[in-house]
């Protein structure tokens, strides 16, 4: 009887290592079949932009950036081209205001994202530590690399272009 108990333990220890081995994997099986999706987002997206002249071609890139963007946010490739993308169709395609309202803030908070996620960045802030956060993050934008320009430069444009058509008290509250 002891042996038969001691035989089913490692039986059930030789299935338990076996089934964690296969459930290991098929993580990293998934991690790498989604690193290819998103790579092929990232291609398509690319060629639909090159076809800008489209205007469903823009949105349609803007639509596999948006999926590209949800999974890899801190991917300056993605973020980069995803801002542009918004801001064109903000800007050259769509005659909604309240759409391109929409556009344009997303556009900024894809931007904003990307500059204050930055490790570089993050750690300016960090290091300055007089006055309150909108300061120390303002001293931060103004020491900040110059990989961090266009991302900086499209917040702007795209706060900016939102903020266009907004009353001045609400324009008042986005100092920033």
């Given at each position: 009887m002891k042996s038969l108990?001691?035989?089913?333990?490692?039986?059930?220890?030789?299935?338990?290592?076996?089934?964690?081995?296969?459930?290991?994997?098929?993580?990293?099986?998934?991690?790498?079949?989604?690193?290819?999706?998103?790579?092929?987002?990232?291609?398509?997206?690319?060629?639909?932009?090159?076809?800008?002249?489209?205007?469903?071609?823009?949105?349609?890139?803007?639509?596999?950036?948006?999926?590209?963007?949800?999974?890899?946010?801190?991917?300056t490739e993605i973020t980069d081209l995803y801002i542009k993308c918004l801001f064109f169709q903000?800007?050259?395609?769509?005659?909604?205001?309240?759409?391109?309202?929409?556009?344009?803030?997303k556009g900024s908070e894809v931007a904003k994202n990307s500059v204050l996620k930055n490790d570089i960045f993050t750690e300016l802030v960090q290091n300055s530590s007089i006055g309150d956060s909108t300061f120390?993050?303002?001293?931060?934008?103004?020491?900040?690399?110059?990989?961090?320009?266009?991302?900086?430069y499209w917040w702007a444009t795209n706060k900016l272009w939102y903020l266009n058509t907004k009353p001045a008290i609400e324009r008042i509250n986005h100092r920033e």
């Amino acid at each position: 009887m002891k042996s038969l108990s001691l035989y089913s333990k490692k039986i059930a220890m030789i299935s338990f290592t076996i089934l964690s081995f296969n459930c290991v994997s098929q993580k990293v099986e998934l991690e790498n079949a989604q690193s290819q999706n998103i790579d092929f987002l990232i291609e398509q997206a690319t060629n639909l932009w090159d076809k800008r002249s489209d205007t469903n071609a823009v949105k349609q890139a803007n639509y596999f950036l948006g999926l590209a963007y949800n999974v890899k946010k801190t991917s300056t490739e993605i973020t980069d081209l995803y801002i542009k993308c918004l801001f064109f169709q903000g800007m050259f395609l769509e005659e909604d205001n309240d759409k391109k309202d929409s556009l344009f803030l997303k556009g900024s908070e894809v931007a904003k994202n990307s500059v204050l996620k930055n490790d570089i960045f993050t750690e300016l802030v960090q290091n300055s530590s007089i006055g309150d956060s909108t300061f120390n993050i303002l001293s931060a934008l103004s020491e900040a690399p110059k990989e961090l320009v266009p991302s900086m430069y499209w917040w702007a444009t795209n706060k900016l272009w939102y903020l266009n058509t907004k009353p001045a008290i609400e324009r008042i509250n986005h100092r920033e």
